[in-house]
């Protein structure tokens, strides 16, 4: 049986690309993403983040500003072309909600992050979660009144607390605007709401009709639950070593090493290169 000939990988920034305690991508992980792109082989980053966060990945993975390289980020909210940083697709969440959500927060124990198409705006935050943000070079702006937003371009609203089973206690109190939003988890410490439809599988999709791509010509890894429908819809889905626990029974495959440890140059040498 011949083997698959994977075109494009997709995978999650966060406890996959990277560690919880560097922001830089590592040497080995970097020099298999340059071997993968020297094959024709597209390296697409799938994040939670926005678009502007992730620069300094894209600049050490040089894929900065390149015509024909994407991103998928804000959990497919936004698919980019990163030379210039050109949306391609923008699929936001209604105002209406986002102030329904915020409200609601006020009852839980937790703080907020607020995604317009191109900026973090925060409010509440913890002591750990700014020191998180600042450490991995994040910028982000507080803000007082959810009105704030009434007319811009809103992409996702999350809740913060680093106890996750208090997270799913929470989650019990949105089954009335499942019809509305799509939720998910990741960094073990985010609750996030997305408007209905919109996660990392159908952004992908959504890039790979674009590109006249197979989704079975694919590659997904991840690490957390906001990246099981992009493992789901690949054609191999590969969870790093150091995967929540709930995710593991989703992978195709699990990687011998974790993110700190070469986990995506891993998967890169093994389903790429050796096939090559």
Do not use: W
């Amino acid at each position: 049986m011949m083997e698959t000939m994977y075109k494009l990988i997709a995978c999650d920034l966060d406890e996959t690309l990277l560690t919880t305690t560097d922001p830089h991508v590592s040497k080995v992980n970097a020099d298999a993403v340059k071997k993968l792109r020297s094959l024709g082989v597209k390296f697409v980053p799938a994040t939670g983040r926005n678009f502007l966060t992730i620069k300094e990945t894209l600049e050490e993975l040089d894929l900065y500003d390149r015509e024909n390289e994407y991103a998928i980020s804000l959990n497919g909210a936004v698919l980019s072309e990163n030379h210039n940083d050109r949306i391609l697709y923008f699929h936001g969440i209604d105002f209406d909600l986002v102030k329904e959500i915020y409200e609601r927060s006020k009852q839980y124990d937790v703080g907020l992050h607020v995604y317009t198409d191109t900026e973090t705006y925060v409010k509440d935050l913890p002591v750990y979660e700014k020191e998180i943000l600042s450490d991995r070079g994040l910028d982000f702006i507080e803000f007082n009144d959810i009105e704030e937003f009434r007319d811009r371009k809103l992409a996702k609203i999350l809740y913060i607390n680093r106890d996750y089973n208090y997270l799913k206690k929470v989650e019990q109190d949105f089954t009335d605007i499942l019809d509305y939003v799509d939720l998910s988890y990741s960094s073990n410490r985010y609750f996030e709401f997305n408007a209905k439809g919109v996660n990392k599988g159908n952004g992908l999709r959504k890039l790979c009709e674009i590109l006249n791509i197979d989704l079975s010509e694919v590659i997904a890894i991840g690490d957390n639950f906001n990246d099981l429908t992009m493992i789901e819809a690949a054609g191999l889905g590969v969870g790093v070593a150091n995967a929540i626990p709930g995710m593991r029974e989703h992978f195709d495959v699990i990687t011998k090493n974790d993110c700190g440890h070469g986990a995506v140059a891993e998967v890169i040498e093994k389903y790429i290169l050796n096939q090559k």
